[in-house]
């Protein structure tokens, strides 16, 4: 991983050359929160909410972090690149033990790491497996304790798969690195924010921009049979924009892979905020 450009602890150097000690607790419990901010055009998507969302993934988790420290990091690692189009990953952990211990030393110093990277953002269509979501209870926190998903999404690999929808007792949470969003009756439909789906930025954008057009929309609880019905599904996130899908293995459904619905929601996302790209 050379050449590729990274801050650790407010220095910056390639990745190559960063070290970081086995005794870190994002290493040894995951004691950790992050981030994925993507740029297009050299433009930053939504980074005060992402900045937001950082800032409260520390306040869950007691982390006392200097959140305009790591804001300035991040805008240096953008500006630094010379890439048009990326995101930067941003971790920033509890820091690091004497000896490992389940108990946290208040006095620890926060550990901080990111890197930046170019990323192209051409849509995409997903072939995915539905599955059951195995997480932790507090899925709203993005933390980088994260083995269930990979758990399912390697998984779903294995199967040919790109992506997951996961659900708990048949009701539908998100996908692996996404949230979820389908067409039911004319009707886009997205899970309700609970403490089993992470608030996403994406998420958050695309419905303010549905709202503003007019369009029917709702959120609520919806079971897995709902997506086997479904005219059109689509998943969201920061570094996807609006992929949608088009098999779910080992299941039947006729989904429209040129719904009206879906591709007027890419078209608005698009206009809004990649600048109709």
């Given at each position: 991983m050379e050449n590729i450009c990274a801050v650790f602890n407010g220095e910056f150097k390639d990745i190559s050359e960063i070290k970081i000690s086995p005794l870190s607790r994002a290493y040894t419990f995951s004691d950790s929160v992050y981030e994925v901010i993507p740029f297009y055009n050299e433009s930053i998507i939504a980074f005060d909410k992402h900045i937001k969302r950082l800032k409260?993934?520390?306040?869950?988790?007691?982390?006392?972090?200097?959140?305009?420290?790591s804001s300035k990091e991040i805008l240096d690692l953008i500006s630094s690149s010379?890439?048009?189009?990326?995101?930067?990953?941003y971790q920033i952990s509890r820091g690091v033990d004497n000896l490992r211990s389940h108990m946290y030393s208040d006095d620890l110093e926060v550990e901080s790491f990111g890197y930046v990277v170019e990323h192209s953002f051409e849509s995409k269509n997903l072939k995915v497996?539905?599955?059951?979501?195995?997480?932790?209870?507090?899925?709203?926190i993005k933390s980088t304790s994260l083995l269930g998903n990979v758990m399912n999404m390697n998984n779903a690999k294995n199967k040919k798969c790109d992506e997951i929808i996961m659900h708990k007792?048949?009701?539908?949470?998100?996908?692996?690195?996404?949230?979820?969003?389908?067409?039911?009756?004319?009707?886009?439909c997205t899970p309700s924010l609970s403490s089993n789906i992470l608030?996403?930025?994406?998420?958050?954008?695309?419905i303010?921009?549905?709202?503003?057009?007019?369009?029917?929309?709702?959120?609520?609880?919806?079971?897995?049979?709902?997506?086997?019905?479904?005219?059109?599904?689509?998943?969201?996130?920061?570094?996807?924009?609006?992929?949608?899908?088009n098999e779910i293995i080992d299941q039947e459904n006729k989904i429209e892979?040129?719904?009206?619905?879906?591709?007027?929601?890419?078209?608005?996302?698009?206009?809004a905020f990649l600048g109709g790209g």
């Open positions: 409260s993934s520390c306040s869950s988790l007691n982390i006392v972090a200097d959140i305009e420290k010379n890439l048009q189009n990326g995101y930067v990953y497996l539905i599955c059951d979501d195995i997480r932790w209870k507090r899925c709203d007792n048949n009701e539908i949470t998100e996908g692996g690195a996404s949230n979820v969003f389908f067409v039911m009756n004319k009707k886009i608030p996403g930025i994406t998420r958050e954008l695309l303010k921009e549905i709202k503003k057009n007019g369009m029917l929309f709702e959120e609520g609880r919806y079971p897995v049979e709902n997506l086997l019905g479904a005219e059109s599904i689509w998943l969201t996130s920061s570094t996807k924009g609006l992929a949608q899908v892979l040129d719904n009206e619905i879906f591709k007027k929601c890419e078209r608005i996302f698009k206009d």
